[in-house]
C-alpha cells in the first residue's frame, strides 16, 4: 500500500502508512503553500457551514493618552487616572503573529487502520501541513504532541525550526508509545496545560481519536475555545464505523492481536460505542462554537485542509493512491 500527493512540480510519497515519516511530512511543505489560514472555514456537523470570525490575533498594550469624546469607556486606564486626577485611555496594537498550536495524539489507539494510513499518520500529515501553512503566513507556532506514556510541550516559535521541531516529536512520540492499557490522563492533562499556554486570539487544531476525554478534558476544550478558534480534527477507521460481515476477525493494534466479534450484540455494542463518543464530541463543539470535522484515514489530508481553509493558487492536484 502507498500514498502519493502531486502538488505542482513536487511530489510526496508514503512508503509505510504505519510509520510517521519526518522526510514526508518535511516535504508537506510545498502543498502548504495552497493553503491558507485566512479561509479557514468552520463546519458543524449539524449547524452546516460557515466562515468562522476569527478572534482575531491577540492585542497588546501599546500607551496610554488623554481620553477623548468617542473613547471606548472600556479602555479607561484606571491607575493612571487615578494617579494623575486626568482621565486616560489605553491604545493597544495588533500582535504581528499569531500563536498556532497543534495537539497530536499518537496513543496506541492511533496506531490502526484497516485502510488508508494509521490514525496517528493521518494526525501527523494534518497537523504538519497546518503548522508549514502558520510557518510561512509568519505565524509562531507550538503545540502538544503526546503518546500513551508522556508527551512534549513545544512553546510558539517563528519559522521553520518550530515546523521541523513539531515533525521530530510527532514522528518520535509514535516511535516510542506505551503499552495499548496506557494511562488515558494524557488527555486531561495536556488540554489543561494547552489551556495554560495558549493566549487569547490564537488557532488550535487538535487531531486525534478523543478516546478518554473525561468530563475534565471536556471542560478544557470548552475554555479553550471561549478566547480562541479551535479545530477539532477527529480521525477514524472504517472498521470503527462499520463494522464487516458478522463473524470472528483477527486484529493487531499497537502490536498487540486481538479478536474482534461482530456477531449479535457485540456489533450493535460496537457500533454504539463508537458513536456515542463521534457524538459527544460532536454536540460539544457545536455548543462550544467549535469546528468539528471527521476525517477518515483513507482521506487526502490535504483535500481535507483545502475544504477547511479554502485552494488558493491555480493548477494544484492531489492524488491519493493505495
Not at 512508503?15 to 479561509?39: F, K
Not at 489543561?192 to 476544550?221: C, N, Q, W, Y
Not at 482521506?299 to 483545502?306: I, K, T
Request: proline fraction near 3%.
Amino acid at each position: 500500500m502507498s500514498a502519493a500527493t502531486d502538488v505542482g512540480a513536487g511530489r510526496i510519497v508514503t512508503h509505510d502508512p504505519s510509520l510517521v515519516s519526518q522526510t514526508e511530512l518535511i516535504r508537506l511543505r510545498d502543498a502548504a503553500r495552497h493553503l491558507s489560514l485566512d479561509a479557514l472555514r468552520i463546519r458543524a456537523r449539524r449547524g452546516g457551514n460557515y466562515l468562522s470570525h476569527f478572534k482575531g490575533r491577540g492585542m497588546e498594550f501599546d500607551e496610554a493618552r488623554l481620553y477623548q469624546d468617542g473613547d471606548d469607556p472600556r479602555n479607561i486606564d484606571w491607575r493612571l487616572t487615578a494617579r494623575t486626577g486626568r482621565a486616560y485611555t489605553k491604545l493597544f496594537r495588533e500582535e504581528r503573529e499569531r500563536p498556532v498550536f497543534c495537539w497530536v495524539d499518537q496513543r496506541p489507539t492511533m496506531q490502526f487502520a484497516t485502510r488508508g494510513v494509521f490514525k496517528g499518520v493521518q494526525a501527523a500529515r494534518l497537523a504538519a501541513l497546518l503548522g508549514w501553512a502558520a510557518v510561512q503566513r509568519g505565524d509562531r507556532l507550538g503545540g502538544f504532541v503526546f503518546n500513551g506514556a508522556q508527551h512534549a510541550e513545544l512553546r510558539p516559535l517563528l519559522g521553520h525550526r518550530a515546523a521541523l521541531r513539531l515533525i521530530h516529536q510527532m514522528a518520535a512520540m509514535q516511535s516510542q508509545f506505551d503499552a495499548p492499557n496506557s494511562d488515558t490522563g494524557v488527555v486531561e492533562r495536556t488540554l489543561a496545560g494547552l489551556h495554560r499556554v495558549a493566549h487569547p486570539g490564537s488557532l488550535i487544531a487538535l487531531a486525534g481519536d478523543f478516546t478518554g476525554m473525561t468530563e475534565k478534558a471536556s471542560a478544557h476544550l470548552v475554555s479553550i475555545a471561549r478566547h480562541n478558534d479551535v479545530l477539532v480534527l477527529f480521525i477514524s477507521d472504517g472498521l470503527e464505523r462499520e463494522l464487516p460481515p458478522a463473524g470472528r476477525y483477527p486484529l493487531s493494534i499497537a502490536g498487540r492481536r486481538l479478536v474482534i466479534d461482530t456477531t449479535g450484540k457485540r456489533r450493535r455494542d460496537w457500533i454504539a460505542r463508537f458513536e456515542a463518543r463521534r457524538d459527544a464530541l460532536g454536540e460539544l463543539c457545536e455548543r462550544s462554537r467549535v469546528s468539528f470535522q471527521e476525517v477518515s484515514t483513507d482521506d487526502d489530508p490535504l483535500e481535507v485542509m483545502q475544504g477547511l481553509m479554502g485552494r488558493v493558487g491555480v493548477g494544484v492536484t492531489s492524488r491519493m493512491t493505495r
